[in-house]
T-cell receptor, first 113, second 115 residues
């Protein structure tokens, strides 16, 4: 089964600073990858998903962007963070055909000061 | 797109009691329904899922039932234990064209099991 690595685990950044969160997957190939944000421990909001290298779809307009430079690497970025970007960021992976669940990484807790 | 409503938002039970969380969905074509458990500060973890070709699935103290006609599915936890305390999320496939495995999540239920 796949393993999803996210880093860093926690991050404190000032408003206006850049951001780069990384997600890598082991034990599978050609996965679908997803970035979620979770505010206040409730509700998972899908931000981006990717079905392959260089293929990114955005679900909501926002201050963030995503990239997939390699098959098992998914990066979430921002040029200038806003206070509203605070939250728990989760990377998820879906492998295989048919009806399969998404599996989540351990997440990055981002606090903006 | 798919709309998933989850109730209740909070649920408090005594240890040993049963807990039931219900979700409704809007897209009659939805065919896969996972449930996730998220402990405080941790990642959501899949606890059980059901496909639309069955009406019920059990795994020890956890069961999920699906009513396709009424478009709702429920999580049942029997003989609850304090370690069952967590936030539970239901989900359904996001509707519209090729979904790419996208899921629409309910808003979550905070379950508290009192010893």
């Amino acid at each position: 089964s796949q393993t999803i690595h996210q880093w860093p685990a926690t991050l404190v950044q000032p408003v206006g600073s850049p951001l780069s969160l990384e997600c890598t997957v082991e034990g599978t190939s050609n996965p679908n990858l997803y970035w979620y944000r979770q505010a206040a421990g409730r509700g998972l909001q899908l931000l981006f998903y990717s079905v392959g290298i260089g293929q990114i779809s955005s679900e909501v307009p926002q201050n963030l962007s995503a990239s997939r430079p390699q098959d098992r690497q998914f990066i979430l970025s921002s040029k200038k963070l806003l206070l509203s970007d605070s939250g728990f960021y989760l990377c998820a992976c879906l492998t295989g055909e048919g009806l399969q669940p998404q599996h989540f990484g351990d997440g990055t807790r981002l606090s903006i000061l | 797109g798919e709309n998933v409503e989850q109730h209740p938002s909070t649920l408090s039970v005594q240890e040993g009691d049963s807990a039931v969380i219900k979700c409704t969905y809007s897209d009659s074509a939805s065919n896969y329904f996972p449930w996730y458990k998220q402990e405080l500060g941790k990642r959501p973890q899949l606890i059980i899922d059901i496909r639309s070709n069955v009406g019920e699935k059990k795994d020890q103290r956890i069961a999920v039932t699906l009513n396709k006609t009424a478009k709702h599915f429920s999580l049942h936890i029997t003989e609850t234990q304090p370690e069952d305390s967590a936030v539970y999320f239901c989900a359904a496939p996001t509707a519209g064209g090729t979904s790419y495995g996208k899921l629409t999540f309910g808003q979550g239920t905070i379950l508290t099991v009192h010893p």
